[in-house]
């Protein structure tokens, strides 16, 4: 799913090609996406777009006459942009969700996949806009003091606590991973168990890895569109690189897997050497579940 980094790529992309132009057109190619018709899309076609911000990790579209359009890109959703004359660059396995036909281009929402669960949203008035908005603090914006007051509101997980969009904004699945690591803290540590410096250590991670990661995307684009936005990046340190070398420690990086998505960390920097239940392989093992990384890597035939 795009996060903070990719979203606010994307909406700078689309600040400069939208603002200032009007909507002509737009088509609906799937059913589901659209899943509000109040306001009718026929008061935005004509209107010029005033502005383009990010809602967490929503991006809306906001237009003359106090309207605007959320669009959530879920999982697998994507923009594709086409200057006027030219054809959007083709993605395989996309399926076309809709079309804006402004007048500097048109921007075509494509999701990888067959579930469809990319979604768009019609909005009158900012109180309208108001209620997607889940109440997330803002890191980037946000003081030491907030952000552990935030963090001890509830006990969850690290993992999950810098995911829950009411407590934190814009951070999902992949950025969560390279924040813990950079923080050096277990995704299974409670946050009602944080000392005040391990706060200020997630804190300045969180800060670091996110502002960091945005510059990167920026800088990969020049001039161009973000073609390519995906949760596996090159140069991540631990998501999506199972069993491949912490680039601290050199140890093989580790995961937890829980339905079709999975946390990834170090043992050696995060967990003091001791490897996370792995639901699949636990099951498996029960109360044989290895109490260290050589015996783990010894269950699985030793290292890659």
């Not at 004359?85 to 067959?114: C, D, I, Q």
């Not at 170090?266 to 392989?281: F, H, K, M, N, S």
Request: charged share 25%; net charge positive; hydrophobic share 40%.
């Amino acid at each position: 799913m795009p996060e903070l980094p990719d979203v606010t790529v994307y909406v700078e992309a689309l600040q400069a090609r939208l603002v200032g132009h009007r909507l002509n057109d737009v088509q609906f190619r799937s059913p589901f996406v659209l899943r509000t018709v109040d306001p009718p899309m026929s008061e935005f076609k004509g209107r010029a777009v005033k502005g383009i911000q990010r809602l967490a990790k929503r991006i809306v579209m906001a237009f003359e006459g106090d309207l605007y359009i959320a669009i959530h890109l879920m999982r697998l959703g994507r923009f594709r942009w086409a200057s006027p004359g030219t054809k959007a660059k083709n993605a395989a396995g996309k399926v076309l969700l809709a079309t804006f036909s402004f007048e500097s281009g048109t921007l075509h929402l494509v999701e990888m996949g067959p579930k469809k669960r990319a979604s768009i949203h019609l909005v009158r008035g900012a109180e309208g806009l108001a209620a997607f908005d889940h109440g997330g603090l803002e890191v980037g914006a946000a003081t030491l003091s907030e952000f552990a007051e935030v963090l001890r509101r509830r006990n969850h997980t690290l993992k999950r606590a810098l995911t829950d969009p009411t407590l934190l904004s814009g951070i999902g699945n992949a950025y969560s991973d390279e924040i813990l690591w950079e923080a050096q803290l277990s995704p299974i540590r409670q946050t009602s168990k944080l000392t005040d410096d391990e706060i200020a250590r997630l804190f300045e991670a969180t800060r670091t890895s996110l502002a960091t990661w945005t510059d990167r995307l920026r800088e990969e684009l020049v001039t161009g569109f973000p073609e390519k936005v995906t949760a596996f990046r090159e140069g991540m340190a631990v998501h999506g690189r199972y069993r491949e070398p912490c680039p601290r420690c050199g140890s093989p990086v580790q995961r937890i897997v829980y339905a079709d998505r999975e946390t990834n960390y170090c043992a050696t920097c995060q967990t003091e050497g001791r490897p996370l239940a792995d639901r699949a392989l636990s099951r498996l093992l029960g109360k044989d579940w290895p109490k260290t990384m050589e015996e783990l890597e010894e269950i699985r035939g030793g290292p890659r």
